[in-house]
């Protein structure tokens, strides 16, 4: 089954601040149905999750908190592979559906459906371990992960685990970027179509798709370099604080001859039994797909050239669920660092 | 060139009110070059204005306004056929593209820009024609009819002319319906993938799927009737009064044996010489493609039977750029009426 489609991005005015009012957005996407078809028809995620629960020894005979568990199907995963109780944590409307999944699925007497915000509602106890799957877009868009720290925070045992208990944001210089270029080059296009001289755009379409987070499948050939990681979260000992700034260097040698028009950024997290989910342009395809940010100008670059720099993403100054990039970079010796910031949306950059 | 991607969908506060603070967003999507790149390449669209402004008389040797001139495009060919002069409104931060793309034509003499809403620019003089594409999904979506309402009462002569000058809505029975029997399908699909029991979610999905427009490309094969013209607007009569509220009957005859899960909706436009842009199945595809409403339950239907029905397109209580569609039909003979709405706003639907 393929992937049917990205997951959607969410929508908010523009002056509203990351609480109660946006959060009414939020989960009303979680609501519908298309980002549930989403993440399910999505089999190397589910599939993760699936081969992580049943092939750790964590979960049989613990209690379990899954947070945003949806649909539920995170949490019958967990009973059929042999937890005493999970609490199945939902804050959209979504949770009456997740109550019949876990009812046809003969786990009611060991699955609870709580429908609220993990960081309103109550547990009859402490958790052996937190299941959640609350990445985004560059991992942290929705930045759901602040939930985690919290559920983390009060429920989980001090010797509890977390699945994924790892989370890694990797960077990679793009080489030759055809859609860019095409992008670009429609505008030239307007002169033989329509006999309309429309190449003047260029510069502002250059400006506005340098301005954001594009999301799409970068193919393995138009990575430049060996990736590199610029941070590792421990989901164990990440702190609140921590998601202020999720930012690190990066240092790689360019494969060879090729025009770098920007950057492809992915995510990848571990499981306690060490298996993976990859986002990677190498993995099987997510609906994560990559995210690519573009740089002002192109740069024609040789065999091994250096590019160096740092990666930062932060909360979104006027919608808190958001991401603002900023991004550093300097190629080979060269004296100049180019500095530039990227928006990631709700809207531009598809 | 291939119509390369769909209209953006607007984004909005729930809360807003279609005034000032939405209206920000409205424009704001419209500074984007995304939604340039979409109506642009859409060349069915673009070549229809285009071999109306040079095919009609009605052009050369007079003054024209183009509301909501985005790039420019439709004034340059106003120019080009001959216009005395245009003013060229655009109210997003296109107008400054829009003012290069004037220039690179070498039509500045005969073509002012001016940034703001068409509420509110003042013009030197009284124009003989006014053009602009304002239509959206559903033909209404986003409502910009009212202001060409409003500056065809401001501004245009008493024996003035609209490009286009009239519209029509039109609906046909939907046969077989491939996209909702798929994705209500793939609820069972999570059992053989995941070991899961997920067909309880069926409910739901219909539940999700049949509260809201789809847009979607419609094969022409499961179009079920000769479709039914449920309004027609003249633009030189409308009045803003009319557009609370765009309704029609309707009354088709199946062609033959089919299961009827719903309805698809469309709009053509004409020009003053008579020309068309037709947003069909039978016609080339656009950027618009085509609108779907799905009934909660699906019927047999056989040849000849006989389905009447009201359709009505009215602005969103909440967003009211947005759509929403009241529905009614009754199959045949059959007593029951049956009632049902839509949403047509930003995220679902898709």
Request: some cysteine; overall charge negative.
């Amino acid at each position: 089954m393929a992937c049917r489609r990205k997951r959607p991005r969410l929508s908010a005015n523009e002056e509203a601040d990351g609480s109660a009012d946006f959060d009414r957005f939020y989960f009303r996407a979680y609501g519908d149905i298309s980002i549930h078809e989403t993440m399910l028809g999505d089999t190397a995620r589910t599939n993760s999750y699936r081969s992580a629960i049943f092939g750790s020894g964590a979960i049989k005979d613990k209690v379990i908190l899954d947070v945003g568990a949806g649909t539920g199907i995170l949490s019958v995963f967990c009973a059929q592979a042999g937890a005493k109780h999970v609490y199945a944590v939902e804050a959209s409307s979504m949770a009456e559906q997740a109550k019949l999944v876990i009812k046809c699925n003969g786990v009611e007497d060991r699955v609870s459906v709580i429908q609220g915000k993990v960081e309103d509602i109550e547990l009859p106890e402490m958790v052996d371990v937190i299941v959640s799957e609350w990445m985004g877009y560059l991992l942290v868009y929705e930045w759901m992960l602040s939930s985690i720290i919290f559920a983390r925070e009060k429920w989980l045992k001090n010797n509890g685990v977390l699945f994924p208990n790892t989370a890694s944001v990797f960077i990679a210089p793009l080489g030759d970027c055809e859609d860019l270029r095409d992008r670009l080059k429609f505008w030239e296009e307007m002169r033989p179509l329509y006999g309309v001289e429309m190449a003047s755009l260029q510069a502002y379409a250059r400006k506005c798709l340098t301005d954001v987070v594009h999301v799409q499948l970068v193919p393995p050939q138009n990575v430049q370099a060996h990736a590199c990681q610029v941070c590792h979260i421990n989901l164990k000992t990440v702190q609140e604080e921590d998601l202020s700034s999720v930012k690190g260097n990066f240092q790689f040698k360019c494969f060879g001859y090729s025009r770098v028009c920007g950057f492809v950024v992915w995510f990848d997290v571990t499981f306690p039994d060490h298996s993976q989910l990859s986002t990677s342009p190498y993995a099987e395809p997510t609906h994560w797909e990559q995210c690519i940010v573009y740089t002002k100008e192109t740069q024609d670059v040789a065999q091994d050239t250096e590019i160096t720099g740092t990666l930062e993403l932060k909360p979104h100054r006027k919608v808190s669920r958001y991401v603002e990039v900023d991004l550093t970079y300097k190629f080979g010796n060269s004296e100049e660092t180019h500095k530039q910031s990227y928006s990631m949306d709700e809207g531009a950059g598809s």
